[in-house]
């Protein structure tokens, strides 16, 4: 099953983001079998980011919760919300990068 992971992070936290960035990113690379896609999300591109999406495969809701309580972004306290919503793709053909 397909879902769309959508981060809010705690206001004024940019440091903290920053500083487990490297961390974050090692820990996405290792879990891309399951994490499709992840990115940051910004109002601008040279904003700090307000959050992240994810497109992550699972068998579950569940699975996908699990899963996102060890990223680092979420072990050090950054995030303020996640939600975690079941995605039905619209199109078949490869469109990211």
């Known amino acids: 099953m397909l879902f ?3 981060f809010t992070d705690k206001l004024g936290h ?4 920053a500083q487990y ?6 820990w996405v690379a290792q879990h891309q079998d399951s994490v499709l896609v992840a990115g940051s999300l ?7 980011p ?3 999406l994810w497109i992550v495969e699972a068998p579950s809701k569940a699975a ?4 996102m309580t060890s990223d680092p972004f979420y072990t050090c306290g950054l995030r303020r919300n996640v ?3 079941h995605w039905s793709k619209a199109l078949e053909r490869k469109v990211l990068v």
């Open 14 to 17: 940019g440091q903290l983001r």
């Open 50 to 52: 307000k959050g992240g």
């Open 4 to 6: 769309a992971v959508i």
């Open 64 to 67: 996908v919760q699990e899963l």
């Open 21 to 26: 960035l490297e961390a974050h990113v090692r």
């Open 83 to 85: 939600e975690v919503l």
């Open 42 to 48: 910004r109002a601008h591109p040279e904003d700090v």
